[in-house]
């Protein structure tokens, strides 16, 4: 791997949860409590990264197959210097870490990742894409209210980075190469 996504896409979201339709809108109680789980173990992760990387590791429960000395330096080594040589991108006005866990998912993001495919081709057809109302798909892809309620149940937003506390569910999206 050469570079992250988060060294041109400023807080950029990684990860997704899924949930089928039927949960979400039959039992909304329950899907509550699992995003509730989510955002919590999210925070725990954000907040105690050393005892996380010691079980995603193969000396803990063997998620990932490194040594957690491996997939600590991962998810906390975010030096500078690493950028020096080969000379690379850099924004430390940015002031992230290499692995944050910020469980919100911002429409600008989903809309920013819609334009983008959009404009994109890897391999094959795409003309749908260009049919697709982006607006639309923000809207209805994600559900925001349960982790809406989650952040704000925990208090997460203060204590993760890049929010702004006046306005926590909006941003705008910073992408610079």
């Known amino acids: 791997m050469l570079r992250f996504t988060g060294d041109i896409w400023k807080n950029h979201p990684c990860c997704v949860v899924c949930m089928h339709d039927d949960d979400v809108d039959k039992r909304p109680e329950w899907s509550q409590k699992v995003m509730n789980a989510v955002v919590r173990g999210a925070l725990y992760a954000q907040e105690n990264k050393e005892e996380v990387a010691k079980m995603l590791s193969r000396e803990g429960k063997r998620y990932l197959p490194m040594k957690s000395k491996v997939v600590l330096k991962a998810m906390t080594d975010y030096a500078p210097t690493h950028y020096e040589d080969p000379k690379a991108i850099q924004h430390p006005d940015w002031d992230v870490s290499r692995i944050d866990f910020n469980p919100y998912p911002y429409p600008s ?24 109302d982006t607006d639309f798909v923000v809207k209805n892809l994600v559900n925001y209210d349960y982790v809406k309620n989650a952040m704000d149940k925990y208090d997460v937003w203060r204590k993760v980075r890049g929010v702004d506390l006046k306005n926590p569910t909006q941003r705008e999206e910073v992408f610079k190469l």
């Open 109 to 132: 993001a989903t809309k920013f990742i819609i334009d983008q495919l959009k404009e994109t081709l890897v391999t094959g057809d795409k003309t749908f894409m260009d049919k697709l």
